[in-house]
T-cell receptor, first 112, second 111 residues
Framework: SQTIHQWPATLVQPVGSPLSLECTVE??????LYWYRQAAGRGLQLLFY??????ISSEVPQNLSASRPQDRQFILSSKKLLLSDSGFYLC???????????FGQGTRLTVV | GENVEQHPSTLSVQEGDSAVIKCTYS??????FPWYKQELGKRPQLIID?????GEKKDQRIAVTLNKTAKHFSLHITETQPEDSAVYFC??????????FGKGTMLLVSP
């Protein structure tokens, strides 16, 4: 069966510090991978998605970047965090087409 | 790109009542419409979905209807229970395998 791992679960970082959130998927090949951000407990905003290794599409210009160094690994990064980067970050995967998306447990990021 | 509008943003009902959440989408090419439930502090999880070749789908107390002409779809929960309290998201599949989500509905079921 397929599983998705996302870590860390919680993170408190100072303004201006770097960020690296990692997500891995097991039990499937060539998944589509997604990073969403959820602010104030509502609204899922799509940040990045990837349909293959090294292929990244950005939905919202911002202080973040994403990379996919391996087929089942998706990384969200920032060189310098802003207060506005605080939120609940969710990684997700799905197969191509009209299929269900599966979410990781999420990372609650607080920038102080 | 796709735009998904969801209403209401908050819905309060008494236990046993029905709850209806409505969504509209803008891209007529969208062909897949899932609904997710998210409990506080947890990940969203799929509760029901519908594809564009179907007008209605039911799973026990939950049903979803789709009107492609009007580009709207709705979630219906009957005989609500306190454990139904959560945030519900609709979504539409569009473009190259992206899901666009509505802003969510916080459902509160009072005993």
């Amino acid at each position: 069966s397929q599983t998705i791992h996302q870590w860390p679960a919680t993170l408190v970082q100072p303004v201006g510090s770097p960020l690296s959130l990692e997500c891995t998927v097991e039990g499937t090949s060539n998944p589509n991978l997604y990073w969403y951000r959820q602010a104030a407990g509502r609204g899922l905003q799509l940040l990045f998605y990837s349909v293959g290794i090294g292929q990244i599409s950005s939905e919202v210009p911002q202080n973040l970047s994403a990379s996919r160094p391996q087929d089942r690994q998706f990384i969200l990064s920032s060189k310098k965090l802003l207060l506005s980067d605080s939120g609940f970050y969710l990684c997700a995967w799905r197969l191509q087409g009209d299929t269900e998306a599966f979410f990781g447990q999420g990372t609650r990021l607080t920038v102080v | 790109g796709e735009n998904v509008e969801q209403h209401p943003s908050t819905l309060s009902v008494q236990e046993g009542d029905s709850a209806v959440i409505k969504c509209t989408y803008s891209d007529s090419a969208s062909n897949y419409f899932p609904w997710y439930k998210q409990e506080l502090g947890k990940r969203p999880q799929l509760i029901i979905d519908i594809r564009s070749n179907v007008g209605e789908k039911k799973d026990q107390r939950i049903a979803v209807t789709l009107n492609k002409t009007a580009k709207h779809f709705s979630l219906h929960i009957t005989e609500t229970q306190p454990e139904d309290s959560a945030v519900y998201f609709c979504a539409a599949n569009t473009g190259y395998s992206t899901l666009t989500f509505g802003k969510g509905t916080m459902l509160l079921v009072s005993p």
